[in-house]
């Protein structure tokens, strides 16, 4: 399965088994969804549950993600938690420090829209990760069940798989600075 | 003379908080917390919410244990309003609020050890975590942030099997403190690095207003469920452990550490006598739609799994409060930090921060 997934074959009879053919975008996709380091973005309570997802129990390991505090180790950036606007620049810098290619998973509504903590309710949070990064993936509730979140990150690899991995990925720029927050 | 920054992320406290420290060499000349980053102005949106409206924000206030929050400001609004709460009510409060404090200690233990890079009891802590957390899933339907105490009662009563699931948890827990007791205490790692870091007198930690397990570890026995009850704690029989610096200086991090493990299974032996004859009843007084409290002001404080956590309620008899405002246990913490750190190594800083268990929810609300 794994194999017609990524459109690997193999030569029956011609090589030995170990021997798999594939794109090069393909196998590079491959690789990069199957180890996914994520930086732990533990703003508020949805950090709480961000924690859980790496227990025992949900064993976000089993996907081969592993967490990770240093951002320049770090592949997918889960931001679990409300942004106010002190900690908005940290969250932008720390982005800026992820090597390519890098994704961001926003987790929990504070970081999806604001939820709780909008604007029309609180003078000092963000209305969402996406006003100051680009985010790839949102996954809902507050907090969102570690399922949930697991959920993301399979749709993430998705994600990553359907891109052509070979071509350079350009860097995110200027993204965001007419969007800057207000 | 180096500028280095402990946090806004990492284990060393719960949400992001950062420590400035300017350094000496390996040591730490001062350190000076900066708060603010988890800012959201809970207390501002309360004025603009009707009373029974603000309680999902009170789960935020303390996130680990956000049943606290709930109860401190119900608590507050009952007493204004001059709600009687039902006995069956009570109970299950006192049962849901133990269960907070359990997982709350573990999660703090497991912080602790994470910190000291011992990731075996952290893996073990969110274990047995999610097991305190499907208790809660059965009881409120939410795993973290579950808005459990209302004004006048609770959200729901307690659900077919909770009684016998709670017994089968607090069972389990029990025979695994004296494991974990011996993981953590038994071995080099805590005790070396833990017993004399960081010791807080007891005169010392009145003057910088501690409460709760942190206070508790300097030897004072002090603790709202005793000098001044709640919820019907009167009538439950249960110890108060407090700091003896069985190996070490008394008041240090390892006291601390050890306060909060002996009150996990102080807070089982609570829930196991709740448990026995919950009364019959209603779990919640009936409360008017369109609530309002009448004109005056209250203050009401629980003890949460950090320490005092108090809430100041005022009316003007509106539908919702004019004021709330929190008094939150770790923000005390905080004055103590810049005479603490001075002197001590580096390496330590990340450890003493995680010893008195800090909240940035609750620092900054
Ligand atoms: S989405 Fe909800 S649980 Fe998550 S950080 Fe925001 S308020 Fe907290």
């Known amino acids: 399965m794994t194999r017609k997934r990524y459109e690997m074959g193999i030569l029956e009879n011609a090589l030995p088994e170990y021997a798999v053919f594939s794109r090069l975008d393909r196998l590079i996709s491959w690789a990069r969804e199957n180890s996914i380091a994520y930086l732990t973005m533990d703003l508020a309570c949805c950090g709480v549950e961000m924690l859980q997802v790496s227990g025992g129990r949900f064993d976000i390991e089993r996907f081969g993600s592993v967490p990770q505090v240093s951002p320049r180790h770090a592949d997918l950036m889960i931001v679990a938690g409300t942004i106010t606007y002190k900690m908005a620049p940290l969250l932008r810098r720390l982005y800026g420090e992820m090597p390519l290619p890098k994704y961001v998973l926003s987790m929990g509504s504070c970081s999806n829209c604001g939820g709780l903590f909008s604007w029309e309710y609180s003078y000092s949070s963000v209305s969402g990760a996406d006003k100051i990064i680009p985010v790839d993936v949102f996954v809902p509730g507050c907090p969102p069940r570690p399922e949930a979140v697991l959920h993301g990150l399979l749709a993430l690899r998705k994600r990553i798989a359907s891109r052509h991995a070979a071509v350079r990925e350009e860097a995110p720029g200027e993204w965001g600075k007419e969007r800057a927050v207000k | ?365």
């Open chain 2, 1 to 365: 003379m180096a500028i280095v920054s402990v946090g806004p992320l990492g284990n060393h406290a719960i949400g992001p908080f950062r420590i400035r420290i300017e350094t000496d060499g390996e040591n730490v000349r001062s350190g000076h917390p900066e708060v603010g980053l988890l800012h959201r102005g809970i207390e501002k949106i309360a004025e603009r919410m009707t009373w029974a409206g603000f309680v999902p924000y009170t789960d935020r206030v303390d996130y680990v244990s956000s049943v606290h929050g709930n109860l401190a400001y119900a608590l507050a609004v009952e007493r204004l309003a001059g709600i009687e709460v039902p006995e069956r009510a009570s109970r299950i409060r006192v049962i849901a609020t133990e269960l907070g404090r359990i997982g709350s200690h573990l999660l703090a233990l497991g912080a602790m050890a994470d910190v000291l890079g011992h990731r075996t009891f952290f893996m073990f802590a969110l274990r047995e975590r999610e097991r305190a957390n499907n208790l809660f899933e059965m009881l409120a339907g939410a795993r973290l942030t579950h808005s459990y105490a209302r004004i006048g009662g609770v959200a729901f009563d307690i659900t077919e099997g909770f009684v016998e699931k709670t017994r089968e948890f607090l069972e389990y827990i029990e025979t695994k403190i004296p494991e974990y007791s011996d993981l953590l205490f038994g071995g080099d790692l805590f005790r070396e690095r833990l017993s004399g870091l960081a010791p807080v007198s007891s005169p010392l930690a009145i003057q910088a207003g501690l409460t709760g397990p942190n206070l508790r570890a300097s030897g004072l026995k002090r603790d709202v469920r005793k000098d001044d009850p709640y919820c019907g704690y009167e009538r439950l029989d249960f110890g108060v452990p407090v700091g003896a610096g069985e190996s070490g200086t008394q008041g240090d991090a390892l006291d601390r550490v050890r306060v909060r493990l002996r009150e996990i299974s102080e807070s089982s032996d609570i829930v196991r006598q709740a448990l026995k004859g919950i009364p019959e009843g209603s779990f919640q007084s009936p409360i008017p739609r369109l609530f309002r409290a009448p004109e005056g002001e209250a203050c009401a404080s629980v003890e949460s799994p950090r320490g005092t956590l108090s809430v100041y309620v005022r009316s003007s008899g509106g539908r919702g409060p004019r004021r709330v405002r929190f008094r939150a246990p770790s923000f005390s913490v905080l004055s103590l930090f810049p005479g603490i750190l001075t002197g001590a190594q580096l390496s330590d800083v990340a450890a003493i921060v995680s010893s008195f268990d800090v909240c940035a929810s609750e620092v900054d609300r």
